[in-house]
């Protein structure tokens, strides 16, 4: 497994297992289970994924040790502040039996639709919690999730730390290069959630026609797509072959591969815009 390097040196595996919509109980405890024994040393949770305590348990249950995995897990909405945030970290860890995390994260921004008067504010002061969290040794690296480039803009001029991380929704047909431009202006790496598009771009006949051409299958088309760009892509599966399949890359895409790929018409798009969402 090769590595990403974060602007405070830590190494975090170049390909996460992603765990969104893997229910808690034995499907979460299985998928983690394979993808550990498949070669995956980086799971990506989330609090509010729901699934913490079954993922800690098949990492527990693994034998890999703890220092040889990258976890990381997510702040939830409903708990942003700088106690509220320190609150919910505690129940994290304890939910995934784990001493530390090696990466948190705030899940989505306040944003300027649902909190038009204090949205900075409320993003600062979850960050501040992070920040002490992190000086204190209980998580490795800290970062933000979905936040777009005013998000980011706002968070820069009174972060001590600065992000390591931003987890953006990334694929085929959905690139958001002002979000990528500004991440890697300041030196955070972006992270590709949904990098297979939700699924659709699945059936999508070019993705299609270039795993044919490498003998490969469209999610491996999609994943190196991220790679290629010095994105980290977080596939989610639940079925064996694929989870190993998402892992092992041996293919380069062309230039105008790329270019393809990122113009495609349907792109799989969620739907999802951090500066509107009220949840």
Not at 73 to 84: A, H, I, P, S, V
Not at 105 to 130: D, R, Y
Request: net charge negative; with cysteine; proline share 4%.
């Amino acid at each position: 497994m090769k590595n990403y390097i974060l602007n405070n040196s830590t190494k975090i595996p170049s390909i996460g297992f992603g765990t969104w919509q893997i229910a808690e109980g034995e499907n979460a405890y299985n998928a983690v289970k394979t993808a550990i024994s498949k070669g995956y040393t980086h799971i990506d949770t989330a609090a509010v994924y729901g699934n913490e305590r079954s993922i800690g348990k098949a990492i527990k249950d693994s034998g890999i040790p703890r220092e040889k995995l990258f976890v990381t897990t997510k702040l939830w909405n409903d708990m942003r502040g700088e106690e509220n945030a320190k609150k919910a970290f505690k129940i994290s860890l304890e939910k995934l039996g784990l001493e530390y995390v090696d990466l948190y994260l705030l899940h989505w921004p306040a944003n300027e639709t649902q909190f038009p008067e204090n949205w900075k504010e409320i993003n600062a002061a979850s960050w501040k919690a992070l920040e002490e969290l992190y000086n204190e040794g209980k998580i490795k690296a800290i970062g933000v999730s979905n936040f777009m480039v005013n998000h980011l803009e706002a968070l820069l001029k009174t972060a001590i730390v600065i992000p390591a991380v931003n987890q953006i929704e990334f694929h085929p047909g959905f690139t958001q290069p002002e979000v990528v431009s500004i991440c890697k202006a300041n030196n955070i790496l972006v992270q590709a959630w949904s990098p297979l598009g939700s699924g659709r771009i699945l059936q999508n006949n070019i993705v299609i026609d270039i795993a044919k051409k490498y003998n490969v299958t469209v999610g491996q088309v999609c994943i190196q797509f991220a790679l290629q760009q010095g994105i980290l892509p977080l596939p989610k599966s639940e079925n064996p072959s694929n989870i190993e399949n998402n892992l092992n890359i041996v293919f380069e895409l062309s230039t105008e591969e790329i270019e393809q790929l990122t113009n495609l018409q349907d792109s799989g798009f969620s739907g999802l815009n951090p500066s509107e969402i009220a949840f």
